[in-house]
Nanobody, 118 residues
Framework: QVQLVESGGGLVQPGGSLRLSCAAS????????MDWYRQAPGKQRELVATITYDGSTNYADSVKGRFTISRDNLKNTVYLQMNSLKPEDTAVYYC????????????WGQGTQVTVSS
C-alpha cells in the first residue's frame, strides 16, 4: 500500500516558524516529484511548492522567500520549512507524490492543520 503521512502542523504566532514533514512509503520515492498544497476554508486548494527528482524547486509567489521545500531520499521524506508565518498561511497542508507518467496515479497525504494566530 502507498501511504503519505504529513506531520508537524500546529498553532503558531505570526512571525513564527514550523517545519512540516511528509513521509512516503510504498513508492520508489526518488522517482517522484513531490508537491505541497494547502487549502483554507472557503478557498480553492493551491500549489505552494514543488521539488523534482533532481532537486529543482518552485514556489507560489505568496510564499517565495519565506518557505523552503526539501527532500531526503534516504528517508523517503519531503519537508516544508515555513518561516515568517502570516495569518493568511492558515490552512490544511497536503503533500502529493506525482510520477508524471500517464500510466501512474498521483498520491495524496491526509493533510496537517497549520494555524497562524495571536
Amino acid at each position: 500500500q502507498v501511504q503519505l503521512v504529513e506531520s508537524g502542523g500546529g498553532l503558531v504566532q505570526p512571525g513564527g516558524s514550523l517545519r512540516l514533514s511528509c513521509a512516503a512509503s510504498g513508492i520508489i520515492f526518488s522517482l517522484y516529484r513531490m508537491d505541497w498544497y494547502r487549502q483554507a476554508p472557503g478557498k480553492q486548494r493551491e500549489l505552494v511548492a514543488t521539488i523534482t527528482y533532481d532537486g529543482s524547486t518552485n514556489y507560489a509567489d505568496s510564499v517565495k522567500g519565506r518557505f523552503t521545500i526539501s527532500r531526503d531520499n534516504l528517508k523517503n521524506t519531503v519537508y516544508l520549512q515555513m518561516n515568517s508565518l502570516k495569518p493568511e498561511d492558515t490552512a490544511v497542508y497536503y503533500c502529493k507524490a506525482d510520477r508524471d507518467r500517464s500510466y501512474s496515479r498521483d498520491y495524496w497525504g491526509q493533510g496537517t492543520q497549520v494555524t497562524v494566530s495571536s
